[in-house]
């Protein structure tokens, strides 16, 4: 069923009375929470419900472009706003695409389709800021229950003959009713609040408009009490004029209006390329994280123009998917105005577009890393989504991976580069040491950087995601091979140790009796794990699990286990740290008469403890206290 059929089947499904609705759970007390205790900075409600009117003039301009019959005699698109004093009545209206009964409910049924509870609890943690949380979770529409104790909404989608009214307070419920004498758009009604009077007043009003909607291409006009229309904003679209034109606080106010959020943005990028191809960019990388940055859609929100016509918010393929984060709009006057978003997926020219915006936000990146303070904000913003590009795009990933950075060993505070990770490797080290973990914390007490750390070798922690695929596509870099500390067999025994008298300090004395232990561990292992062996990587701990040269990387196998892909479970490798005192206790115990039963129990349990050290959940917790009680207790005995 086409989109039209749908919206004509609206009818069939009309009812004399208004229908009651609720809304999703928690609703009530998402808006209560908006209303009473979050927002300090109310006219924010008025941007929000001028952009909703001015993105369905933008939609109703391009539906007409197929379709000339769409607009009927009322093509002059534009958003009106009056007020009745007299009844405490603010009035928003459009002659844009209007809505259907279906999206009546759809729209305006839903908040944060991210997850109401989620989002909810996201508000009561914010504190400061508040205004951004609007932007940030895209409640756009519910923001007029800020300043109104009832709210009305009468609308009409152009491609339909009927028309609907909905009506709701924010109390948990809304109506939705026929409304035959609709007009297409829709005309949304703000039951005032006494103590929010204030945004009746003509002067209050224009400030808003001027402020937060002044670069709207679309005209809005303010009808103060039935008087004639005046068009505020200046309604011109702000990426077509000429950098010098343009103060940089009309670059802010026009961020503001298309990220709907009230902070600056971090970077501005303005360009206009001419030759085979025209087309004129304004691009924003966002001061902070939108909201659905790591939506599973993930889609980009630059809007696509063609000679300043809106065409599309979400075209697939005019922003790379792992620059999703930037906020604007692309004008291109090479593209057909008849264009449809099947079409473009494959146009050649949307494709070199794309190229060319791609190639001058990585210049741009580049050039902002030189402040390293400033660029430290962006990545920690936006780093694990840019890292996706090194994975997804072979042209562009050496450039991608110039600009990581990354947390090391070196120093909790401090973001390096594979540059600065390189010039400091000492002269006999050949790899780029990494290890990967859920977070920052649990990775610097791995008991896999012991050995490093004892010999001053830096590893690099990875704790995105993405870090798990693009590391095996790339391999090397600058000639030097990328090795997971938690992955293969690690020879250390080059680099000399920081600490000669140090507990690591290797006694070789007794190393026979360890080879024979480590004999006993792995036979009453068994097919529990691949290997036993001595390890290098071990200073402080006694074991430690590793994943073996050509196995998948231990967390690699938990990230896909816990977004249930399907992964073959690996056999471990257990590596026992020689030097430690309970190593060497246990090994000259090999030895002695009736202890074949300890050494059992305590080859289970080095092999519990090193699975507990990886996050990792026992096989039988029971038999685990059993051992370990047992053990204690012959401990404790010995003592007496």
Same mark, same amino acid.
């Not at 103060?224 to 068009?231: A, D, L, R, S, T």
């Not at 702000?238 to 034109?245: A, F, M, P, V």
């Given at each position: 069923?086409?989109?039209?059929?749908?919206?004509?089947?609206?009818?069939?499904?009309?009812?004399?009375?208004?229908?009651?609705?609720?809304?999703?759970?928690?609703?009530?007390?998402?808006?209560?929470?908006?209303?009473?205790?979050?927002?300090?900075?109310?006219?924010?409600?008025?941007?929000?419900?001028?952009?909703?009117?001015?993105?369905?003039?933008?939609?109703?301009?391009?539906?007409?472009?197929?379709?000339?019959?769409?607009?009927?005699?009322?093509?002059?698109?534009?958003?009106?706003?009056?007020?009745?004093?007299?009844?405490?009545?603010?009035?928003?209206?459009?002659?844009?695409?209007?809505?259907?009964?279906?999206?009546?409910?759809?729209?305006?049924?839903?908040?944060?389709?991210?997850?109401?509870?989620?989002?909810?609890?996201?508000?009561?943690?914010?504190?400061?800021?508040?205004?951004?949380?609007?932007?940030?979770?895209?409640?756009?529409?519910?923001?007029?229950?800020?300043?109104?104790?009832?709210?009305?909404?009468?609308?009409?989608?152009?491609?339909?003959?009927?028309?609907?009214?909905?009506?709701?307070?924010?109390?948990?419920?809304?109506?939705?009713?026929?409304?035959?004498?609709?007009?297409?758009?829709?005309?949304?009604?703000?039951?005032?609040?006494?103590?929010?009077?204030?945004?009746?007043?003509?002067?209050?009003?224009?400030?808003?408009?001027?402020?937060?909607?002044?670069?709207?291409?679309?005209?809005?006009?303010?009808?103060?009490?039935?008087?004639?229309?005046?068009?505020?904003?200046?309604?011109?679209?702000?990426?077509?004029?000429?950098?010098?034109?343009?103060?940089?606080?009309?670059?802010?106010?026009?961020?503001?209006?298309?990220?709907?959020?009230?902070?600056?943005?971090?970077?501005?990028?303005?360009?206009?390329?001419?030759?085979?191809?025209?087309?004129?960019?304004?691009?924003?990388?966002?001061?902070?994280?939108?909201?659905?940055?790591?939506?599973?859609?993930?889609?980009?929100?630059?809007?696509?123009?063609?000679?300043?016509?809106?065409?599309?918010?979400?075209?697939?393929?005019?922003?790379?998917?792992?620059?999703?984060?930037?906020?604007?709009?692309?004008?291109?006057?090479?593209?057909?105005?008849?264009?449809?978003?099947?079409?473009?997926?494959?146009?050649?020219?949307?494709?070199?577009?794309?190229?060319?915006?791609?190639?001058?936000?990585?210049?741009?990146?580049?050039?902002?890393?030189?402040?390293?303070?400033?660029?430290?904000?962006?990545?920690?913003?936006?780093?694990?989504?840019?890292?996706?590009?090194?994975?997804?795009?072979?042209?562009?990933?050496?450039?991608?991976?110039?600009?990581?950075?990354?947390?090391?060993?070196?120093?909790?505070?401090?973001?390096?580069?594979?540059?600065?990770?390189?010039?400091?490797?000492?002269?006999?080290?050949?790899?780029?040491?990494?290890?990967?973990?859920?977070?920052?914390?649990?990775?610097?007490?791995?008991?896999?950087?012991?050995?490093?750390?004892?010999?001053?070798?830096?590893?690099?922690?990875?704790?995105?995601?993405?870090?798990?695929?693009?590391?095996?596509?790339?391999?090397?870099?600058?000639?030097?091979?990328?090795?997971?500390?938690?992955?293969?067999?690690?020879?250390?025994?080059?680099?000399?140790?920081?600490?000669?008298?140090?507990?690591?300090?290797?006694?070789?004395?007794?190393?026979?009796?360890?080879?024979?232990?480590?004999?006993?561990?792995?036979?009453? /292992?068994?097919?529990? !794990?691949?290997?036993?062996? =001595? *390890?290098?990587? $071990? +200073? &402080?701990?006694?074991?430690? @699990?590793?994943?073996?040269?050509?196995?998948?990387?231990?967390?690699?196998?938990?990230?896909?286990?816990?977004?249930?892909?399907?992964?073959?479970?690996?056999?471990?490798?257990?590596?026992?740290?020689?030097?430690?005192?309970?190593?060497?206790? /246990?090994?000259?115990? !090999?030895?002695?008469?009736? =202890? *074949?039963?300890? $050494? +059992? &129990?305590?080859?289970?349990? @080095?092999?519990?403890?090193?699975?507990?050290?990886?996050?990792?959940?026992?096989?039988?917790?029971?038999?685990?206290?059993?051992?370990?009680?047992?053990?204690?207790?012959?401990?404790?005995?010995?003592?007496?």
């Amino acid at each position: 069923m086409s989109d039209k059929q749908k919206i004509q089947s609206d009818s069939k499904k009309q009812s004399s009375k208004p229908e009651k609705h609720k809304f999703e759970a928690e609703v009530g007390k998402l808006l209560d929470l908006m209303i009473n205790s979050l927002y300090q900075d109310k006219e924010i409600f008025l941007r929000e419900l001028i952009s909703n009117a001015s993105d369905a003039c933008d939609k109703a301009r391009y539906k007409a472009l197929t379709d000339p019959n769409l607009l009927d005699k009322d093509t002059e698109l534009n958003v009106t706003i009056t007020t009745d004093k007299a009844a405490g009545i603010l009035t928003i209206t459009d002659n844009g695409i209007g809505m259907s009964r279906e999206e009546l409910i759809d729209n305006l049924g839903t908040i944060a389709k991210s997850g109401t509870e989620s989002f909810v609890a996201n508000l009561k943690n914010q504190k400061k800021e508040e205004p951004q949380l609007i932007g940030r979770f895209g409640v756009g529409f519910y923001s007029a229950f800020m300043v109104a104790n009832k709210v009305e909404v009468i609308t009409r989608h152009a491609e339909s003959s009927e028309g609907y009214k909905w009506v709701s307070d924010g109390k948990g419920a809304f109506n939705i009713e026929p409304f035959p004498d609709a007009k297409r758009g829709a005309k949304i009604i703000l039951h005032l609040r006494k103590a929010e009077k204030e945004f009746l007043d003509p002067f209050r009003i224009k400030e808003i408009i001027k402020s937060y909607s002044d670069h709207i291409d679309i005209p809005v006009n303010f009808n103060e009490e039935g008087n004639v229309p005046e068009i505020i904003n200046k309604a011109s679209a702000i990426w077509t004029r000429s950098k010098t034109e343009i103060s940089n606080e009309s670059y802010v106010d026009f961020y503001k209006n298309i990220s709907h959020s009230t902070a600056e943005p971090w970077r501005t990028i303005h360009m206009h390329a001419e030759g085979k191809i025209e087309y004129t960019a304004l691009l924003y990388v966002p001061d902070t994280p939108p909201f659905d940055l790591f939506d599973v859609k993930r889609q980009h929100k630059v809007k696509l123009y063609v000679r300043k016509v809106f065409i599309s918010d979400d075209c697939e393929g005019l922003i790379p998917a792992w620059l999703r984060f930037l906020r604007g709009v692309v004008d291109s006057s090479d593209l057909p105005l008849n264009i449809s978003r099947e079409t473009l997926q494959h146009n050649p020219i949307l494709s070199k577009i794309k190229n060319g915006l791609t190639k001058r936000v990585l210049a741009e990146l580049k050039t902002a890393a030189k402040d390293k303070s400033a660029y430290e904000d962006f990545w920690r913003n936006f780093g694990a989504v840019l890292k996706e590009g090194i994975y997804e795009d072979p042209i562009n990933k050496d450039k991608i991976i110039e600009l990581a950075m990354f947390r090391s060993t070196l120093d909790t505070d401090v973001w390096v580069s594979l540059s600065d990770y390189i010039s400091r490797m000492p002269e006999k080290q050949s790899s780029i040491y990494y290890l990967s973990a859920e977070n920052e914390l649990t990775a610097r007490s791995s008991p896999h950087l012991e050995g490093f750390k004892a010999r001053g070798i830096e590893v690099l922690i990875m704790t995105d995601p993405v870090d798990q695929f693009w590391l095996p596509v790339v391999g090397t870099w600058n000639d030097k091979k990328f090795q997971s500390v938690t992955q293969g067999n690690m020879d250390l025994s080059e680099f000399e140790l920081q600490d000669k008298t140090s507990s690591s300090d290797i006694k070789n004395e007794s190393q026979g009796e360890v080879d024979k232990l480590i004999a006993v561990v792995k036979l009453t /292992l068994g097919d529990s !794990v691949k290997d036993v062996r =001595s *390890s290098e990587r $071990l +200073t &402080d701990s006694p074991v430690c @699990l590793i994943a073996d040269t050509g196995d998948v990387d231990i967390h690699l196998e938990r990230l896909l286990q816990i977004h249930k892909q399907p992964v073959e479970e690996q056999q471990r490798v257990l590596e026992i740290n020689p030097r430690h005192d309970m190593i060497q206790g /246990l090994a000259a115990m !090999v030895s002695e008469e009736g =202890s *074949s039963d300890i $050494l +059992t &129990d305590a080859a289970h349990l @080095l092999f519990d403890q090193a699975k507990i050290l990886e996050g990792q959940a026992l096989g039988d917790p029971v038999a685990f206290t059993r051992r370990l009680s047992s053990i204690l207790s012959i401990g404790l005995l010995k003592k007496t």
